[in-house]
């Protein structure tokens, strides 16, 4: 009797070592399984993206913008991947280029509701999609316009705005400003992202992160009577981030400002109501 004791923890311990290498095997066999599939959908959306042509270096993707660009979201523009393998095909030097055209609202409205009618869902929904990016492009274009011209001394730099939009779900429109003069830099991101922006609010209505360190390099301030919080990074520089209503955050960028003083009179600059207002925030 004393030896059967004995021996049932040993077969218990020997069953659980079973069991666990038997689960190891199977997660192994899972996580092998879910990297095939992974790999054959890349694949076939890289196909998918360049028009169909064999994947043989024939592509004219270079090393910095490998499927030749996107921006915009859905409204996107590729650049160009048309030079060949062959030695003998003359390399394009011309040509304009794409112009990304933000797509026309009322058009897809009026696609969305033929589609709807005749319970084509899936083309009514694509439809509605674009209505959406093409409503949020122009919003990000309108915004853009209302900014000042220079901020503190520094002008704006046009050819770096960026207007984005998926069109659809959490993450939604984004536009980025830049302000420069020598080496001082300003930039403004309107981010249109309620996944953000929730992380933003837990953290301002928690008041545990009340300021504890002498060698914390954040704290809660305010920008125009709207919670913000101001970071510091000795190779970034300042980051003041603005939460306005549920799903809008502003981010302002300094770098070589003399102090945060000087960041938040930078702000202060920008109508931050007008842009909620914009947004339909409250």
Not at 240 to 255: A, C, D
């Given at each position: 009797?004393?030896?059967?004791?004995r021996?049932?923890?040993?077969?218990?311990a020997m069953?659980?070592?079973?069991t666990?290498?038997?689960?190891?095997?199977?997660?192994?066999?899972?996580?092998?399984?879910?990297?095939?599939?992974?790999?054959?959908?890349?694949?076939?959306?890289?196909?998918?993206?360049?028009?169909?042509?064999?994947?043989?270096?024939t592509?004219?993707?270079?090393?910095?913008?490998?499927?030749?660009?996107?921006?915009?979201?859905?409204?996107?523009?590729?650049?160009?991947?048309g030079?060949?393998?062959?030695?003998?095909k003359?390399?394009?030097?011309?040509?304009?280029?794409?112009?990304?055209?933000?797509?026309?609202?009322k058009?897809?409205?009026?696609?969305?509701?033929?589609?709807?009618?005749?319970?084509?869902?899936?083309e009514?929904?694509?439809?509605?999609?674009?209505?959406?990016?093409g409503?949020e492009?122009?919003?990000?274009?309108?915004?853009l316009k209302s900014?000042p011209?220079?901020?503190?001394g520094?002008?704006?730099?046009?050819?770096k705005?960026?207007?984005?939009?998926?069109?659809?779900g959490?993450t939604?429109?984004t536009i980025?400003?830049?302000?420069?003069?020598?080496?001082?830099?300003?930039s403004?991101?309107?981010?249109?992202?309620?996944?953000?922006?929730?992380?933003i609010?837990m953290?301002?209505?928690?008041?545990?992160?009340?300021?504890?360190s002498?060698?914390?390099n954040w704290k809660?301030?305010?920008l125009?009577g709207?919670?913000?919080?101001?970071?510091?990074d000795?190779s970034?520089?300042?980051k003041?981030?603005?939460p306005?209503?549920?799903?809008?955050l502003?981010?302002f960028?300094?770098?070589n400002?003399?102090?945060e003083q000087?960041?938040?009179?930078?702000?202060?600059?920008?109508?931050?109501?007008?842009?909620?207002?914009?947004?339909?925030?409250k």
């Amino acid at each position: 009797m004393i030896k059967i004791k004995r021996l049932i923890p040993c077969m218990i311990a020997m069953g659980l070592l079973s069991t666990a290498a038997n689960a190891q095997g199977l997660l192994n066999k899972i996580k092998q399984k879910a990297a095939e599939a992974a790999e054959k959908a890349v694949d076939q959306k890289t196909d998918e993206l360049l028009k169909g042509k064999k994947k043989n270096g024939t592509t004219g993707a270079d090393a910095s913008n490998p499927l030749g660009g996107v921006e915009g979201g859905q409204g996107a523009s590729y650049g160009n991947t048309g030079s060949g393998a062959s030695s003998n095909k003359p390399r394009n030097t011309g040509g304009a280029g794409i112009v990304t055209t933000p797509p026309d609202v009322k058009e897809n409205l009026n696609s969305a509701e033929t589609a709807f009618k005749t319970s084509n869902y899936s083309e009514a929904r694509q439809a509605l999609q674009q209505a959406i990016l093409g409503v949020e492009m122009e919003i990000g274009q309108q915004l853009l316009k209302s900014m000042p011209e220079s901020v503190n001394g520094l002008t704006k730099q046009s050819e770096k705005d960026h207007v984005v939009s998926s069109g659809w779900g959490f993450t939604g429109l984004t536009i980025r400003r830049e302000y420069m003069k020598e080496d001082m830099q300003l930039s403004m991101t309107i981010a249109n992202n309620a996944i953000m922006m929730n992380a933003i609010n837990m953290f301002l209505s928690n008041g545990a992160f009340a300021q504890s360190s002498t060698d914390q390099n954040w704290k809660q301030t305010k920008l125009k009577g709207n919670k913000a919080i101001i970071q510091f990074d000795q190779s970034s520089g300042y980051k003041l981030s603005v939460p306005l209503g549920q799903s809008t955050l502003i981010v302002f960028e300094g770098i070589n400002f003399s102090n945060e003083q000087e960041v938040i009179k930078a702000a202060e600059q920008f109508d931050v109501e007008s842009i909620k207002k914009t947004l339909g925030e409250k």
